[in-house]
């Protein structure tokens, strides 16, 4: 008898695509080159499932294309790359990864801050360049991390972790700003005061953006609001690209209207904006907050039991658009 048929997109664990066969005929892009629209949709054919990552946009090209596909299961917490609604038209269900890439995110998002305020990776090149040849008392003096004002724009579960981290561990006040205010027992355990965008922007210390994005979220961050910022301020993006207008950071990084930025996503990664990489006072990371063994295993892993659960049970552990079970999924 011929098993159900899914694509996984991009190379993953072994033990995940091998939990799958228990299932399905797997077909896995071990190449693992993003392939492109026109690729998708051919190895899409025939396939009732998909694990897809952030570098594949499936839209409802995607879905009428593919009329035997009934699950996209995102390999990421953040779903800008599904056209969800046109998605739910087709009757294809989404699922993402929450949860599982939680802390990791969080501790990822203070190791890139601290490392712009402290100028890690400019003080690391200077020293491989040999350029070190007499210590003296202002070498690369950077921002005070505890004690400090920590400003969070975006303020879910990734948000909350790094608050944590920040009022508990870090002794640091901590404020934030997110369409909707969290619950004041939350509030309380975050120690975190809620503020406008523009109290957010002039009292931050340093800034970090932990928001999904959208179109209301598209260059959130761009020459006007860093204006606004405090000349000593460091901006973090662990986000996604676009949520930060890149050239008028670069611009504004150049001449030092703030200290520095440490930066973990970009606007069309993987390309960078050449500007960005000229500056200094900016810490680049290819988008890796969430890459640990761990975390993403478990992060494949949740993709792959969505995929299991809905084609096996109807019932996906995360999903995005639950309510087109029963009501014009595809059967
Ligand atoms: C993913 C991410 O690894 O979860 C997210 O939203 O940005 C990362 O953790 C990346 O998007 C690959 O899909």
Request: neutral net charge; hydrophobic residues 45%; aromatic residues 4%.
């Amino acid at each position: 008898m011929t098993r159900p048929a899914i694509l996984i997109t991009r190379k993953v664990f072994p033990d995940v695509v091998e939990h799958l066969r228990q299932h399905f005929d797997v077909d896995h892009n071990d190449a693992d080159g993003v392939l492109s629209p026109a690729q998708l949709i051919e190895r899409l054919q025939g396939k009732v499932g998909a694990l897809t990552t952030g570098s594949e946009r499936i839209d409802g090209a995607v879905a009428g294309a593919c009329p035997q596909l009934r699950i996209v299961a995102n390999i990421a917490v953040g779903y800008n790359n599904f056209d969800v609604p046109a998605l739910s038209a087709a009757g294809v269900l989404a699922t993402n990864t929450p949860d599982v890439l939680t802390e990791t995110t969080a501790d990822f998002g203070f190791a890139l801050l601290m490392a712009t305020a402290r100028r890690l990776t400019e003080s690391e090149h200077f020293l491989r360049a040999g350029q070190w040849n007499r210590w003296a008392l202002d070498m690369f003096a950077g921002a005070e991390v505890h004690g400090s004002t920590l400003g969070i724009l975006g303020m879910g579960r990734i948000g909350q972790a790094i608050a944590r981290r920040g009022a508990h561990g870090f002794g640091m006040k901590v404020i934030y700003h997110n369409r909707s205010r969290l619950d004041a027992a939350t509030e309380a355990e975050c120690k975190a005061r809620y503020v406008d965008k523009a109290t957010l922007l002039r009292e931050a210390d340093h800034l970090i953006l932990v928001l999904p994005y959208s179109a209301e979220s598209h260059h959130a961050i761009g020459a006007a609001e860093i204006a606004q910022m405090k000349p000593t301020a460091t901006l973090t993006n662990i986000a996604r690209g676009g949520i930060v207008d890149d050239a008028a950071l670069a611009a504004a990084l150049k001449e030092r209207r703030i200290a520095a930025a440490g930066l973990d996503v970009f606007e069309g990664e993987p390309k960078v904006h050449p500007d960005l990489l000229t500056v200094p006072n900016v810490v680049l990371t290819p988008h890796i907050a969430s890459a640990t063994i761990q975390t993403r295993r478990a992060m494949a892993m949740l993709a792959a039991d969505n995929v299991i659960d809905y084609l096996t049970t109807g019932q996906p552990r995360t999903p995005l658009n639950a309510d087109i079970i029963g009501k014009g999924a595809r059967p």
